[in-house]
């Protein structure tokens, strides 16, 4: 690892887990089972182990995506991976892709575009929360995503570039889609998340009368298969309904 | 638009879109509305519209991944838009990772793949699979994905570099797991799909015998709304069931 | 079997199944397979067999409610066993019930309302649909339901019964809720079936005008499990969304 | 309502609902509202209302089916109601029915099928079992159940009677069917509940093997949908798998 790399650090302990994400640095991380001086990482590959003062060993690996989500801070009901990955597969985001998202939130969605986009820029209105996204985003280590504190809704007429993808997780999504054309290249991708039926079909009229091509309003729904030594079957918890997603092309 | 480039030309005939894929470049594309020739596109921009020699008008957009997606050749029943985005959700794919993949199939998973990924190498035991999935990743542009032909059964003994990404969506995956983590980074994710029971679970046990972490079998499922003048209501058609993703980690 | 019984004669010709609901009686069933005097019947139990005349042999058959429910003639997309069944449990039907059904429609809900309750009394609007039903409801040799035509928004003025379960399947069944405490005693239960989200929301909105208890919508779907040689898995071909059913409390 | 009736007594305090299930009797009922004589319940009609000696104001209904269910003690995870409306439906249990049913449990499927058919005989291998079932049938005011103690793999040889549908929720339905088609008319159904993939693939072997007419598996899943002032949707919670339902013809 070098200076500067994000090490996800794993050790368990009385059969629990547990994790830290640091960078290689002159710093130290105390923890629990003792200190541990981040410089020592440097020599190291991921799959090594490093022990910690008291003697713990942790091993080292490479964080990923999934990670960072599991240790991002949160700021209400993040957007959940089986949504992410439908708006990412329907969408056909890669990484020639310059993406516009907003709300923000506590920028869950927005780590994962980063991670396979060009560049992304994302608005969210309320200021905290801007806060909390920004933090998670460095922590996940992506320097291609611009934060901006504002309305999308107002924001959208000082925007003079064009994106390949538009992502749209408010509760004024509806008001935001008038405007979409201007920043969306010919071909590319809108795609909102709603809660609700009701606000959902507005987001659909409001398509309609922009003449967007494609329109498809999609659930997903993800079921955990359980296995045991008494068999295998659907687990008998489940997640229930998160949101709908709407995918649509200028 | 630059010589080339993959452009996407679409027109409209009698209510119904016909569209090509094609390439800048000096040659001509005949289509039933007349030719177009295609070296015209070099000064163009997604947005603008070429006209054929019998006066039809196309657009030009720039293709994205659901459209090589749409247009790419088939060999059997590709994976669906749903479980790839589950497994890039939980593999937390990215552009920095090198991915390992087989069987290839048409290639689609693996066109997925390779426009994320930093670099794809994938596996398929029939040849003329490796045929069509060659041409349609060809065709979708990317130069980032190298077609093996070969059982990764055996394969998988003669790679000599780690991968940060494992997907396996072959009839004998189970076979492939116990040299899985040969190949996989510390920490690297493992993806499997499979359509049967016990299939599913003879791939849970493989991985149970080699001690992968954060084992979860689920199943996908995506549901239509449908929104129309007599109301909304979910679609009274539906996709069934595809397949099983197990996510695995080394 | 006794004269006017109902018999389900069953026969198989080049692996098909074919078959007849019939009733013991001195008439002939023409089948291309011969003749079949329906009074040698009368001496059969079932699992007995009987012979046409020109030598296929019919096994003998007590018709049960999905045989009726099968050989019934539609008049339109009758309600599915899945959500009959619903209707059922939700309601606890049992055989002390005294029913009010609306609309028929070919009958299929009210032959198996019929079947359990002790009375059905159900109204519908279009005049040939009550023919048809009349007929499915014979067929089914049951006599314990009242067909009426009429519409029951207005028809249920003119009813001075009280009834233990009232069931609507109505485009109008928000302006039949008003009305619906005068005819259901105190605990009974409503049940509605409509397939758009506009129309459950106007339902639910009217019980709520009307105060009733324990107001429930489900949705249920089901799921064909298929075993095959292959493996097992969920089937791949689906039935999408039929509708909505409401029930709640007087 | 008459000496001996069951009656539904439901009160609300504090915005609580809470009701009792007597019989109408001499007997008092003491409850923290205070005590009410049961034989004053003999004058009144449902909708009507009855008064405990500190004043406290009950309605008066006849109790249904979904009361006595919520109302049984319970052994286990009884089945639920959407399981029950299934095996109702597709087997189409009617008031003519005889039915033979095996385990008991704490009696929930037995109260259901009693509450429709002419006869049920149900067994249960565990003796506290079938006393708490017994309790339940007792309290719901069923008298056509007839409970026995013993193990239906055993038990089925000394039975001489033909039923019209058999249910069957035990650990070891696969050895009961070999013996099915001997207590099970033509054209009989026989209905299975298992948990479990391995366990149905049994039941289904065991069904094929005994040359069962159309057979099919099936899961049932029902969703709640929400409606507030927020927004309608499907429910954020959901109740995972139950069990499989193997419906087979004899």
């Not at 003792?34 to 440097?42: D, H, K, N, V």
């Not at 979409?180 to 079909?201: D, W």
Request: aromatic share 8%; glycine share 8%; with cysteine.
């Amino acid at each position: 690892m070098i200076t500067g790399e994000l090490v996800l650090l794993k050790t368990s302990h009385r059969g629990k887990v547990r994790e830290f994400i640091v960078k290689v640095s002159d710093e130290q991380l105390h923890t629990d089972f003792g200190i541990i001086e981040l410089s020592t990482l440097a020599d190291k590959v991921p799959g090594d182990t490093v022990v910690a003062h008291m003697g713990q060993e942790f091993t080292i690996q490479r964080p990923k995506m999934p990670d960072f989500f599991r240790h991002a801070k949160r700021t209400g009901a993040p957007m959940m991976p089986k949504d992410i990955g439908m708006i990412i597969a329907y969408t056909g985001l890669n990484k020639n892709d310059v993406v516009l998202d907003a709300g923000t939130g506590s920028g869950v969605l927005t780590m994962y575009l980063g991670s396979i986009a060009k560049r992304v820029v994302t608005y969210e209105v309320k200021e905290d929360f801007v806060k909390v996204a920004r933090k998670n985003v460095e922590n996940a280590g992506l320097d291609n995503v611009e934060l901006r504190c504002g309305d999308i809704v107002e924001e959208i007429n000082n925007i003079d570039e064009k994106f390949d993808v538009v992502t749209l997780d408010t509760q004024n999504t509806k008001d935001v889609i008038p405007n979409i054309r201007k920043v969306l290249h010919p071909g590319g991708f809108l795609a909102t998340y709603s809660p609700f039926f009701e606000q959902t079909k507005e987001i659909r009229d409001a398509m309609d009368a922009e003449d967007f091509y494609d329109v498809m309003t999609i659930e997903c729904t993800e079921r955990e298969i359980s296995f045991s030594a008494r068999g295998t079957r659907p687990s008998t918890t489940k997640v229930g309904h998160t949101g709908f997603i709407t995918i649509a092309r200028a």
